[in-house]
């Protein structure tokens, strides 16, 4: 444990501090007010020290002097720092001329090259767009935090690139934005093949597909109520009647929808006809990969797709739609959204079940989360587990998703606010509207405070995930005993 740490004596800039075994030069640096600049450097995440601008000057206690990286390197008994000498600086300025030559529209590195008195680098520019630093703070949260592994380096050398795999659409990427948000230098590599929702984001998918009035925690709605469809299927089969009716009325000819497989797993498939639509009823509380058949249908000539999803699949799909309608304008997809505040891996789940309430998950007729109970059906018979007992077999991106009631869907669906049998049904757009057009369903009222409690339950644990990656801006502070470098040295 910590406390059990010995405790070593070093100095930072002449000033004697003890420190405890194992903490980094950065971190002891930051203790007395210290500034170190830093590009690649989180403290919620593992250390890389790759961008080196944080290197300072140390003197062992052999006497060897040499530059370090201050993120990654443990002070030790007897350490002498120096994090501002000229040895120091001099390499400082180096790294962030080549930065700037890498990257040299980045107001970021601008910024920095400036602090030094770097106005324009002397080295060879070869890509004036280019706005990555290979730093790796977006595959670090996307791996240790978020825990999706959508993006990683790929290549190595002057080829080296962050990328998903293949250079293809990511089916992992749940689009919670952590990747943009830690980027020092808002990289649109962040956003080749991913899809990260940050506010302007959501503001323009808003104004691009939906219409009525706004709400910060339900989103853009023109109506909701409690429904009640002619189908079986989850709560008052809202969803399957929605694509029956949308397939019916030619809003689409392929719809994207969720169909189990081998036991409770599933799997993303298309439908084409309205059996098959109803083949594919009920909830599954998985998140499956579906986003690349969108892609494939498109390329197979289809115009007028549906798809069926959770939050984080609905924000790939509008990114998706965003971006393929330049190249095909007449491109219309209708998108059912589910309310969803946690998805679950199979095998965990599977464990747990078994685990908690002596149940078979592959044996399950129906599942269903009401009023915060995982509920299993077999034969007529229910078994629950509170969902909160649930939580080691949650998907781990989870934790960094704010939309609980699907705010970007034309139409969203879900159990929570209305009666038991019934569907909450919140309509968001024109489309929406259309979808519901001679329907034949049972309507009642929705309890939006319900609906509006678990949004805003979700938004905060989202908040409370991003508030680790996160921080305050930190200013470099250059001493005034060190002149500036002269433009293009």
């Given at each position: 444990?910590?406390?059990?740490?010995?405790?070593?004596?070093?100095?930072?800039?002449?000033?004697?501090?003890k420190?405890?075994?194992?903490?980094?030069?950065?971190?002891?640096a930051?203790?007395?007010?210290?500034?170190i600049?830093t590009?690649?450097?989180?403290?919620?995440l593992?250390?890389?020290?790759?961008?080196?601008?944080?290197?300072?000057?140390?003197?062992?206690?052999?006497?060897?002097?040499?530059l370090?990286?201050?993120?990654?390197y443990?002070?030790?008994?007897?350490?002498?720092?120096?994090?501002k000498?000229e040895?120091t600086?001099?390499?400082?300025?180096?790294?962030?001329?080549?930065?700037?030559a890498?990257?040299?529209?980045?107001?970021?590195?601008?910024e920095?090259?400036?602090?030094y008195?770097?106005?324009?680098s002397?080295?060879w520019?070869?890509?004036?767009d280019?706005d990555?630093?290979?730093?790796?703070?977006?595959t670090?949260?996307?791996?240790e935090?978020?825990?999706?592994?959508?993006?990683?380096?790929?290549?190595?050398?002057v080829e080296?690139?962050?990328?998903?795999?293949?250079?293809?659409?990511?089916n992992?990427?749940?689009g919670?934005?952590?990747?943009?948000?830690?980027?020092?230098?808002?990289?649109?590599?962040?956003?080749?093949?991913?899809?990260?929702?940050?506010?302007?984001?959501?503001?323009?998918?808003n104004?691009?597909?939906?219409?009525?009035?706004?709400?910060?925690?339900i989103?853009?709605?023109?109506?909701?109520?409690?429904?009640?469809s002619?189908?079986?299927?989850?709560?008052?089969?809202?969803?399957?009647?929605?694509?029956?009716?949308?397939?019916q009325?030619g809003?689409?000819?392929?719809?994207?929808v969720?169909?189990r497989t081998?036991?409770?797993?599933?799997?993303?498939?298309v439908?084409?006809?309205?059996?098959d639509?109803?083949?594919?009823?009920g909830?599954?509380?998985?998140?499956?990969?579906?986003?690349?058949?969108?892609?494939?249908l498109?390329?197979?000539g289809?115009?007028k797709?549906?798809v069926?999803?959770?939050?984080?699949?609905?924000?790939?799909?509008?990114?998706?739609?965003?971006?393929?309608?330049?190249?095909?304008?007449?491109?219309?997809?209708?998108?059912?959204?589910?309310?969803?505040?946690?998805?679950?891996d199979?095998?965990?789940?599977k464990?747990a079940?078994k685990?908690?309430?002596n149940v078979?998950?592959?044996?399950?007729?129906?599942?269903q989360?009401?009023k915060?109970?995982?509920?299993?059906t077999?034969?007529?018979?229910?078994y629950s587990?509170?969902?909160r007992?649930?939580?080691?077999?949650?998907?781990?991106?989870?934790?960094?998703?704010?939309?609980?009631?699907?705010?970007f869907?034309?139409?969203s669906v879900?159990?929570?606010?209305?009666?038991?049998?019934?569907?909450t049904?919140?309509?968001?757009?024109?489309v929406?509207?259309?979808?519901?057009?001679?329907?034949?369903?049972?309507?009642?009222?929705?309890n939006?405070?319900?609906?509006?409690?678990?949004?805003?339950?979700?938004?905060?644990?989202?908040r409370?995930s991003?508030?680790?990656?996160v921080?305050?801006?930190?200013?470099?502070?250059?001493?005034?005993?060190?002149p500036?470098?002269?433009?293009?040295?």
């Amino acid at each position: 444990m910590e406390s059990n740490l010995k405790e070593i004596t070093l100095k930072i800039d002449d000033q004697e501090v003890k420190a405890k075994e194992g903490a980094t030069i950065l971190d002891v640096a930051k203790g007395l007010g210290i500034k170190i600049p830093t590009l690649c450097y989180l403290k919620a995440l593992s250390t890389f020290g790759s961008c080196r601008v944080c290197s300072v000057e140390i003197v062992d206690k052999r006497g060897r002097s040499r530059l370090v990286t201050s993120c990654n390197y443990p002070v030790e008994e007897g350490l002498v720092v120096y994090t501002k000498s000229e040895k120091t600086i001099k390499n400082r300025k180096t790294l962030l001329e080549l930065l700037l030559a890498r990257c040299p529209k980045v107001p970021k590195i601008q910024e920095m090259a400036l602090e030094y008195g770097i106005q324009k680098s002397s080295f060879w520019t070869e890509d004036e767009d280019e706005d990555c630093i290979l730093c790796g703070l977006c595959t670090r949260v996307c791996d240790e935090l978020v825990g999706v592994h959508a993006i990683n380096f790929a290549r190595r050398g002057v080829e080296r690139e962050v990328t998903t795999p293949y250079h293809e659409l990511s089916n992992d990427c749940i689009g919670c934005g952590a990747c943009a948000t830690v980027c020092p230098t808002k990289s649109k590599k962040t956003r080749i093949n991913t899809y990260p929702v940050l506010e302007e984001d959501a503001k323009q998918i808003n104004e691009q597909f939906l219409t009525g009035t706004f709400d910060e925690n339900i989103g853009v709605y023109k109506d909701i109520f409690a429904g009640k469809s002619t189908y079986d299927g989850q709560d008052g089969g809202m969803a399957t009647a929605l694509l029956v009716s949308g397939m019916q009325k030619g809003m689409f000819d392929s719809a994207i929808v969720v169909l189990r497989t081998n036991g409770y797993q599933a799997e993303a498939v298309v439908a084409e006809n309205v059996e098959d639509i109803i083949k594919a009823k009920g909830t599954k509380y998985l998140r499956v990969k579906m986003l690349y058949l969108v892609d494939d249908l498109i390329a197979k000539g289809k115009r007028k797709i549906a798809v069926v999803g959770t939050p984080c699949e609905v924000r790939a799909i509008r990114k998706i739609q965003q971006a393929r309608l330049d190249a095909y304008p007449d491109l219309k997809i209708t998108v059912i959204g589910l309310f969803c505040f946690e998805a679950f891996d199979y095998e965990k789940l599977k464990e747990a079940t078994k685990r908690l309430m002596n149940v078979d998950l592959d044996a399950v007729d129906k599942t269903q989360i009401h009023k915060g109970k995982f509920i299993a059906t077999i034969k007529g018979t229910d078994y629950s587990v509170a969902v909160r007992d649930l939580g080691a077999a949650q998907e781990h991106g989870c934790d960094f998703c704010d939309d609980f009631p699907n705010k970007f869907a034309d139409v969203s669906v879900g159990s929570v606010g209305s009666p038991d049998g019934f569907s909450t049904v919140i309509v968001r757009s024109d489309v929406g509207t259309k979808l519901l057009e001679n329907l034949q369903v049972a309507k009642g009222e929705v309890n939006k405070e319900e609906v509006t409690k678990l949004a805003v339950l979700k938004k905060n644990r989202a908040r409370k995930s991003f508030a680790k990656i996160v921080q305050p801006e930190v200013q470099v502070q250059v001493p005034a005993t060190v002149p500036p470098a002269k433009s293009g040295c």
